[in-house]
């Protein structure tokens, strides 16, 4: 299994929908986060989870809805999303204490109608 | 302004060129700094950290300058498997994971 994986890797949704994005990861680390990628613009940290529990928000609008059941796996939760809200979702992953590399996932492509 | 700072590009450099690229951050808080790497529609994977002392892998020389809250990459002897965006990244104190990225510098190298 590689590192980070994310599915699906391509949605469509119409701004009705409700969707979710998974996020496993397979490397032991006990943080995740989901970044936000729009084109032309840097990364955007979301949110942050540490040992499960959520340590950043980064006034991420409430129609995005994120879960983290245990260390390994990640959700975000998609409801009522607007055209502008398309953009790439990463996840990544890395360990709480030591190295501050993070690892990343190949991303969500989403597409809001 | 904006927290972290690059020239967007495209840089077009022959094969075995040497191209540098500069990032400058604007919080004197920042206190870890990186250099990841993004193919096109992939994800970013880290390139090199960078340290005060300055520090080399390989063809790559990554510098930081604290007094003028600048960090540069250097990339000699350039190959095609180069071509990519180059994402500079810091970490700021008070937060203790979370990283802040610039927009990318994107590098074609060119046979």
């Known amino acids: 299994e590689t590192g980070v994986t994310q599915t699906p890797r391509h949605l469509v949704m119409g701004m009705t929908n409700k969707k979710s994005l998974k996020c496993e990861q397979h490397?032991?680390?006990?943080?995740m986060y989901w970044y936000k990628q729009s084109a032309k613009k840097p990364l955007e940290l979301m949110f942050v989870?540490?040992?499960?529990?959520?340590?950043e928000n980064n006034s991420v609008p409430s129609r995005f809805s994120p879960e983290c059941p245990n260390s390994s796996h990640l959700f975000l939760h998609l409801h009522t999303l607007q055209p502008e809200d398309s953009a790439l979702y990463l996840c990544?992953?890395?360990?709480?204490?030591?190295?501050?590399?993070?690892?990343f996932g190949p991303g969500t492509r989403l597409t809001v109608l | 302004r904006k927290e972290v700072e690059q020239d967007p590009g495209p840089f077009n450099v022959p094969e075995g060129a040497t191209v540098a690229f500069n990032c400058t951050y604007s919080?004197?808080?920042?206190?870890?700094f990186f250099w990841y790497r993004q193919d096109c529609r992939k994800e970013p994977k880290l390139l090199m950290s960078?340290?005060?002392s300055g520090n080399e892998d390989g063809r790559f020389t990554a510098q930081l300058n604290r007094a003028s809250q600048y960090i540069s990459l250097l990339i000699r002897d350039s190959k095609l498997s180069d071509s990519a965006t180059y994402l500079c990244?810091?970490?700021?104190?008070?937060?203790?994971?979370?990283?802040?990225f610039g927009s990318g510098t994107r590098l074609q190298v060119q046979p």
């Open positions: 990544a992953s890395s360990q709480e204490r030591g190295g501050n590399e993070q690892f």
């Open positions: 490397l032991g680390h006990n943080a």
């Open positions: 989870y540490n040992f499960k529990e959520q340590t």
């Open positions: 919080n004197s808080a920042s206190q870890s």
């Open positions: 960078v340290y005060s």
């Open positions: 990244v810091v970490r700021l104190i008070r937060q203790r994971r979370a990283l802040t």
